[in-house]
Nanobody
Framework: VQLQASGGGLVQAGGSLRLSCAASERTFSNYVMGWFRQAPGKERKFVGTISRSGDHTDYTDSVKGRFTISRDNSKNAVYLQMNSLKPEDTAVYFC???????????????????WGQGTQVTVSS
């Protein structure tokens, strides 16, 4: 599976961005999808995850109420809508696809088999 993330950019604090991740896989609906982010000098961290059907989502506490993950299986795409952005949201954002047996949502990077190249999000204060 090849994943292509896009939509990053520079935005002022309080602004919004929508990230997209396009997948090459026709059986996209077989994959749990996730978003992670990595700030300079820090480890990659979990942001959110969405189930294969899109019926279930979950997020790290710091983005709950501000970020929303959605997917369109007909378009082989997953999205991350980011509102009320803060400077601490600045990072490279990665989408990931997981096809482990079982599980509705995946929280660990180790559960994901495929990764996109990342897209830079910079939030200025």
């Amino acid at each position: 599976v090849q994943l292509q993330a896009s939509g990053g950019g520079l935005v002022q604090a309080g602004g919004s961005l929508r990230l997209s991740c396009a997948a090459s896989e026709r059986t996209f609906s077989n994959y749990v999808m996730g978003w992670f982010r990595q700030a300079p000098g820090k480890e990659r961290k979990f942001v959110g995850t969405i189930s294969r059907s899109g019926d279930h989502t979950d997020y790290t506490d710091s983005v709950k109420g501000r970020f929303t993950i959605s997917r369109d299986n007909s378009k082989n795409a997953v999205y991350l809508q980011m509102n009320s952005l803060k400077p601490e949201d600045t990072a490279v954002y990665f989408c990931a696809a997981g096809s482990q047996i079982g599980g509705v949502l995946y929280y660990s990077a180790a559960s994901y088999n495929y990764w996109g190249q990342g897209t830079q999000v910079t939030v200025s204060s």
